[in-house]
T-cell receptor, first 115, second 113 residues
């Protein structure tokens, strides 16, 4: 069964606008971590933000914030004030405490920022 | 600077040949991972190793082999048994148990010609 679901089609975003990328997950483990990575066209995976399952507050890192809704099992990434350099694939991933430290990835969301 | 080195960046292989992709790290991380990425797709786990001299199959291990003789190194061999080896291969590391993310290398793009 798929653990991470990212189903949005490719998105075009106007520069300086905010964009929300959806991610839902499936786990029965009470302790888990959620991650977002950015993959520009060069291919490297860049870590953006982390949310622990027991964290009370939504994670924020600069222009990135995570809208964590535990009961709905969703962990949406919000990018504020989009920049041209934000054009990339974005991957949501989950690591379960009892999952042998494996990160399970979603299929990704393509974002293109237009001037 | 600590990091992960994957080499080569681009690799061409003739059908029927084995090829080995290199992954070296100086982060002193215990765990290392190999992922495969196909165009427009997410990452799929091939093999992983949590300690030296030990490794486990991931979700798509058929046609691949690995070794972990040193903490710093986790080479991946793509064998001739892999039916569709053309893909982007990413190596990653993590410190070990706990809610740590992965650090990724820059990847190797393998093309079978």
């Amino acid at each position: 069964a798929q653990k991470i679901t990212q189903t949005q089609p490719g998105m075009f975003v106007q520069e300086k606008e905010a964009v929300t990328l959806d991610c839902t997950y499936d786990t029965s483990d009470p302790s888990y971590g959620l991650f977002w990575y950015k993959q520009p066209s060069s291919g490297e995976m860049i870590f953006l933000i982390y949310q622990g399952s027991y964290d009370q507050q939504n994670a924020t890192e600069g222009r990135y914030s995570l809208n964590f809704q535990k009961a709905r099992k969703s962990a949406n990434l919000v990018i504020s004030a989009s920049q041209l350099g934000d054009s990339a694939m974005y991957f949501c991933a989950m690591r379960e405490e009892y999952g042998n430290n494996r990160l399970a990835f979603g299929k990704g969301n393509q974002v293109v920022v237009i001037p | 600077d600590g990091g992960i080195t994957q080499s080569p960046k681009y690799l061409f292989r003739k059908e029927g040949q084995n090829v080995t992709l290199s992954c070296e790290q100086n982060l002193n991380h215990d765990a290392m991972y190999w992922y495969r990425q196909d165009p427009g797709q997410g990452l799929r786990l091939i093999y992983y190793s949590q300690i030296v001299n030990d490794f486990q199959k991931g979700d798509i291990a058929e046609g691949y082999s690995v070794s972990r003789e040193k903490k710093e190194s986790f080479p991946l061999t793509v064998t001739s048994a892999q039916k569709n080896p053309t893909a982007f291969y990413l190596c990653a590391t993590s410190p070990g148990q706990g809610n740590y993310g992965y650090t990724f290398g820059s990847g190797t793009r393998l093309t079978v010609v």
